[in-house]
Structures are given as C-alpha cells and as structure tokens.
C-alpha cells in the first residue's frame, strides 16, 4: 500500500530504526513464537531429528534386505510344497467381446472351487477371437482358435458340460 501523502505544512517523520521490519520478518518472528508455545504445552522440548550416521543407515538396509531374503526363501517353500499337490489351469480368452469373458469366469469359478486347482485367465497376451481351456504343461481341454464374430462355435458350447468333462479329466 502507498504511504499518506503529505499535507504542505508538515515536516518529514524521522526514520523509526536504521532497519525497518518488514511482512516477511514479523510472519517469520510470529511463526516462531508459535512454534515455542506449541513445545510448552506439549510439555518439553519441541522434538529434534537427528541424522542418521551413513554407516549405521547402511547396516540397517543390510539387515533388512537379509530379513526379507530369509522370508522370501521360506515362502518359496511353501510355494513349492503346495505346487506339488496343485494343478493350474490356464484359460487363454480373447479381449474381443464380452462373451469371451463370461464363460473364462463361469469356468474358473467352477474349477477354483476344487481343492488343488489355481486358475489363471490370459497368463500372456491371447490371440486373437481364440477361447483356449488347458492344463498348464500340458494336455488341451478345449481350444477353439481363430474365430470370426458372431463366434458362433463358442456360443454353441454348454458350459456346464465343459466344466464336467474337465473335471473329470482333471481327477
């Protein structure tokens, strides 16, 4: 804001101090008196953070990465004991239309309720107007590739049949 003007009469104001304040330094004294309030009414010293030496810092890190190593291998383990008693299945659907996608999840709700079987739906990119069911590894259950819309051949399918059929080759 511009300063009063002056009337004729009237003599210069003498300067107040050699350094005037200004809106940055009152904000920066009233911060600070905030500041002191707050660590009195929490009753103490306002908390200070000390740096970390790099070597202790570095020891940790070690520690940590050999934590998480050692709970790694075991769930390895553990991964392992139970690939041995499980079967997946993998369903390779196309991206095309919607009708691809209600049978890929029919089926996999069927076959994740057995014990021991784990579904995976498009493990890698699928081809294209393709609906593939399978034993990953191994034999093919039902594979109908290179569609052309309306995808006539799928859409003749009994799912429910299909999901018999599978399980039955899967027991």
Do not use: H, Y
């Not at 934590?67 to 659907?93: H, P, Q």
């Not at 590894?137 to 059929?165: A, H, T, W, Y």
């Amino acid at each position: 804001m511009a300063p009063k003007k002056r009337k004729a009469g009237e003599e210069a104001e003498p300067a107040k101090s050699p350094v005037e304040s200004t809106r940055m330094m009152t904000r920066g004294s009233e911060a600070a008196a905030r500041r002191q309030t707050r660590s009195s009414t929490q009753g103490g010293d306002a908390k200070s953070v000390k740096p970390v030496p790099k070597k202790l810092a570095a020891a940790r890190k070690k520690s940590k990465k050999k934590k998480e190593e050692a709970k790694s291998d075991e769930e390895v383990d553990l991964v392992e004991d139970e690939e041995v008693n499980t079967k997946t299945i993998v369903i390779e659907r196309c991206m095309q239309c919607n009708s691809f996608k209600t049978r890929a999840d029919q089926v996999r709700a069927s076959l994740e309720s057995l014990p021991g079987i784990t579904v995976k739906i498009n493990p890698v990119k699928p081809r294209r107007g393709c609906f593939e069911i399978r034993e990953e590894g191994g034999e093919k259950f039902i594979s109908l590739l290179d569609m052309k819309r309306p995808f006539k051949p799928m859409k003749d399918l009994n799912m429910q049949e299909v999901i018999d059929n599978i399980i039955q080759k899967i027991q």
